[in-house]
Nanobody, 124 residues
Framework: VQLQASGGGLVQPGGSLRLSCVAS????????MAWFRQAPGKEREFVAT????????FYADSVKGRFTISRDNAKNTVYLQMGSLKPEDTAVYFC??????????????????WGQGTEVTVSS
C-alpha cells in the first residue's frame, strides 16, 4: 500500500493545520494508522494512533488536548487536526499503517507502511 501525506506548511504559534494521509487501498484492511514526527537531529517520535481494530485512540502526552486524529473510510484517509501549535511541534510528520498490537502502537516498528512525510514549521 502507498500512503501520501499532505497538509504541512508554515504556521504561527497558536495556529492550526490539518494533515491528511491518503492510502492507496482500504484503510480498514489495517488494524491501525498513526502519525509520527521527526524533528531535525531527533529520533522519530509517536504523535497519535487510531486503532479501529481495537477501538482505541492514543496520543502522545505532548499533543494531548491539542491534536485530534480521525478517519474517513470512504476516502481512505486519516487526518491529524493540529491546534494551538507550538514551535516545538516543528517537524516532518509521517503517517503509517499496520497491524500493531497494543504494546507496539506507539513504536515505529509497529507499522509496516509509511508515507513520505510532510513538513510542519511553527514559527513567527
Amino acid at each position: 500500500v502507498q500512503l501520501q501525506a499532505s497538509g504541512g506548511g508554515l504556521v504561527q504559534p497558536g495556529g492550526s493545520l490539518r494533515l491528511s494521509c491518503v492510502a492507496s487501498e482500504r484503510i480498514s484492511s489495517f488494524r491501525a494508522m498513526a502519525w509520527f514526527r521527526q524533528a531535525p537531529g531527533k529520533e522519530r517520535e509517536f504523535v497519535a494512533t487510531y486503532d479501529w481494530g481495537g477501538g482505541h485512540i492514543f496520543y502522545a502526552d505532548s499533543v494531548k488536548g491539542r491534536f485530534t486524529i480521525s478517519r474517513d473510510n470512504a476516502k481512505n484517509t486519516v487526518y491529524l487536526q493540529m491546534g494551538s501549535l507550538k514551535p516545538e511541534d516543528t517537524a516532518v510528520y509521517f503517517c503509517a499503517a499496520g497491524n500493531p498490537i497494543v504494546s507496539t502502537m506507539r513504536a515505529p516498528y509497529g507499522y509496516t507502511n509509511w508515507g513520505q512525510g510532510t513538513e510542519v514549521t511553527v514559527s513567527s
